[in-house]
């Protein structure tokens, strides 16, 4: 199975400042169809997971400008560019090129 | 617009059994795989199966081989998951998502919580 490692835990970030996180694979990503099949999710507190970014740094509809995927094979990150209340929550990336699908362990954002 | 809701959760003891059903809207249902994922309580998320838009092809978590079933009803748009020998760890939020292009689970249910307890 591919682990999914993320770094930080736990993100306290001032309102309005860029917020950073880290998602690294313990095997290469790429499909053999040669595809990236890493995605980023959020989790508002007591919601389900909502879909922000795809296959590295597509944005989903409806996602805003601010959020940003980059990153290739194993290390990938997603960049918040000014942190707004509504972006507390956690984080998670989750890899599909393989099965079983895989999540990385959460990242918290919150406010200082 | 895309909606998934789901039901079936509740209170089961340990070794029962469960089906959990997820309702779809606002596509064509027939077109998309279909995922279950759960969430512990205060813990990540944790992939449980997928089943292809035709159901001919099922992949299931090792943590859930032999006692869990994916299945679906194009017919009835609906998802389901029977869950069987149910065991306490299987404790979680259990939420369906669409499996869209590009690999990318774009749709998630409400989620639906089952609670295996004696």
């Known amino acids: 199975d591919i682990v999914m490692t993320q770094t930080p835990l736990s993100s306290p970030v001032t309102l309005g400042q860029p917020a950073s996180i880290s998602c690294r694979s313990s095997?290469?990503?790429?499909?053999?169809?040669?595809?990236?099949?890493l995605s980023w999710l959020q989790q508002r507190p007591g919601q389900p997971p909502r879909l922000l970014i795809y296959?590295?740094?597509n944005r989903f509809s409806g996602v805003p400008d601010r959020f940003s995927g980059s990153g290739a094979g194993t290390d990938f990150t997603l960049k918040i560019s000014r942190v707004e209340a509504e972006d507390v929550g956690v984080y998670y990336c989750m890899q599909a090129t393989q099965f079983p699908l895989t999540f990385g362990g959460g990242t918290r954002v919150e406010i200082k | 617009q895309v909606q998934l809701v789901q039901s079936g959760g509740g209170v089961v003891q340990p070794g029962r059994s469960l089906r959990l059903s997820c309702a779809a809207s606002g596509f064509t249902f027939s077109s998309n795989g279909m995922h279950w994922v759960r969430q512990a309580p205060g813990k990540g998320l944790e992939w449980v199966a997928v089943i292809w838009y035709d159901g001919s092809e099922k992949y299931y978590a090792d943590s859930v081989k032999g006692r869990f079933i994916i299945s679906r009803d194009n017919s009835k748009n609906t998802l389901y998951l029977q869950m069987n020998s149910l065991r306490l760890e299987d404790t979680a939020v259990y939420y369906c998502a669409r499996w869209g292009w590009d690999r990318r689970p774009d749709y998630w249910g409400q989620g639906a919580l089952v609670t295996v307890s004696s």
């Open positions: 095997q290469s990503l790429v499909h053999s169809d040669g595809d990236t099949y």
């Open positions: 296959k590295i740094s």
